[in-house]
């Protein structure tokens, strides 16, 4: 059965407020990234690990204003550290990747490609998966993964000096709670270089 020309008109109608508020939003999307280092402690009964991974962290701001973002990234990274356990004089060199998937908010100093603020920051929320692998100890069998919510949050800032070439730096900090066997709790810091 056709539809009425009135009902058509207004579909049309309809359809073309989409696609204008669509355009609209997509083009106030953007891609950003950092790279930098991330010192962790994870700890769980009887063990002990201290990591630094070098980072690299993508992030993709879904919604943008003139002073903030919302984003969603991927901060990975990867690197070596010391293993310890409580119940000996035992130690180890671990070897470890992060891929944490996080959303952000951002307000401020690169919250957005074109926000010029020297000051700003972020805080947010995602899940964490980071696999260890401890050899040279008597966890050299150890082969885990700790994964679970993590909550994150820090502070951004730049300078209007030239000399800076638009860069900015991120200092922050998260928490993950373990929800595998062993229950890792990690707490880590971070030091990025925007760009």
């Known amino acids: 059965m056709p539809l009425h020309p009135v009902f058509k008109k207004k579909i049309t109608v309809l359809f073309f407020l989409v696609c204008c508020l669509a355009g609209n939003r997509l083009s106030a999307q953007s891609f950003m990234h950092g790279y930098g280092a991330t010192i962790s402690v994870l700890s769980a009964p009887g063990i002990t690990l201290s990591q630094t991974n070098l980072c690299y962290f993508p992030r993709y701001n879904f919604i943008e204003n003139e002073n903030s973002s919302v984003s969603v990234g991927v901060p990975i990274g990867a690197g070596i550290g010391i293993s310890n356990n409580s119940y000996g004089d035992d130690a180890g060199i671990a070897f470890a990747f992060d891929l944490p998937a996080v959303v952000d908010y951002n307000i401020g100093c690169k919250s957005t490609p074109d926000n010029d603020h020297n000051f700003g920051g972020y805080f947010g929320a995602g899940f964490g998966y980071y696999k260890v692998f401890i050899s040279q100890s ?26 800076w070439n638009g860069l900015g730096i991120t200092i922050g900090m998260f928490y993950k709670k373990g929800l595998e066997k062993l229950k890792f709790n990690t707490v880590g810091f971070n030091i990025l270089i925007d760009m």
């Open 138 to 163: 008597s966890y050299s069998d150890f082969r885990g993964a700790t994964y679970g919510p993590m909550a994150r949050a820090g502070v951004r800032f730049s300078s209007s000096n030239e000399g």
